[in-house]
């Protein structure tokens, strides 16, 4: 149905927006199915998510598997984390484009001291938050969504410093109504994006079928690991993800 890539400087207010847009979204039809993709839902810290440009990079790429493996055209999928990178961003939408769903982008356009302001207020409360230095990096880093960029367009942007985060926010409906939204023919204001042939899911042949068994068995070991990693303690029971049976095991 759709792809939600939420994006902003660390601490910029993209959970709660998230939760008001997911809440939002669930409001409007009641049965939709709304997921939020997120570093605490695969078990991972953020400062141990961060830390280093090898575990960021391997973040990205759980993240983006997971969503991969989640997209769907019965649901909406809200990817919420950094996303800070334009080249991550297409990444994404090339996902999209290849479900035939459609697409978009959350920006929360914080100013970087009120952003620091709030990662410090939580770290004194003891509620998730970023190491000093490792804010001030990704922080550096940031690239803003630019709405001439097929991959941050349609943009909806929020100000949560200036206009709170809450569920009724004129730019959240904007959102719901974008994703909602029936379309037909005539429709204009509304683009669902259409696979290429290269972007097209190849049906497995013999030929093949090795290697989809192979990669499938390492998304598996993949997943057990990064769920014990993240952690720090051994397991019973892991999700592979929606629709997908869980492992469970015995010692």
């Not at 950094?82 to 479900?99: P, T, V």
């Not at 994703?179 to 204009?188: E, H, I, M």
């Amino acid at each position: 149905m759709a792809l939600v890539v939420m994006c902003g400087q660390p601490c910029s207010g993209k959970s709660e927006a998230a939760a008001c847009l997911t809440a939002a979204l669930r409001s409007s039809m009641a049965d939709i199915t709304v997921r939020v993709i997120d570093e605490s839902s695969l078990h991972l810290g953020r400062n141990d998510s961060y830390k280093d440009m090898v575990v960021e990079k391997n973040l990205r790429g759980v993240l983006r598997s997971e969503v991969d493996r989640s997209v769907s055209r019965d649901s909406i999928i809200i990817v919420d984390s950094l996303n800070n990178i334009k080249g991550y961003r297409y990444e994404l939408w090339c996902l999209a484009r290849a479900s035939g769903i459609r697409y978009c982008v959350f920006f929360c356009d914080t100013e970087v001291d009120h952003c620091r302001e709030w990662n410090v207020k939580r770290q004194e409360k003891g509620e998730p938050s970023y190491d000093s230095n490792i804010f001030e990096d990704l922080a550096r880093r940031f690239e803003r969504p630019d709405r001439r960029s097929r991959w941050d367009s349609p943009l909806f942007e929020l100000f949560p410093s200036r206009e709170g985060i809450v569920e009724s926010s004129p730019v959240i409906a904007e959102a719901v109504s974008y994703l909602t939204k029936k379309v037909d023919s005539k429709t204009r204001d509304v683009k669902v994006l259409q696979p290429t042939i290269a972007t097209q899911s190849v049906r497995t042949t013999e030929s093949n079928s090795l290697y989809e068994m192979d990669k499938a068995t390492q998304e598996v070991v993949s997943a057990i690991v990064e769920a014990q990693s993240g952690l720090g303690l051994a397991m019973n029971k892991i999700s592979l993800g929606p629709n997908l049976p869980t492992i469970s095991f015995t010692v």
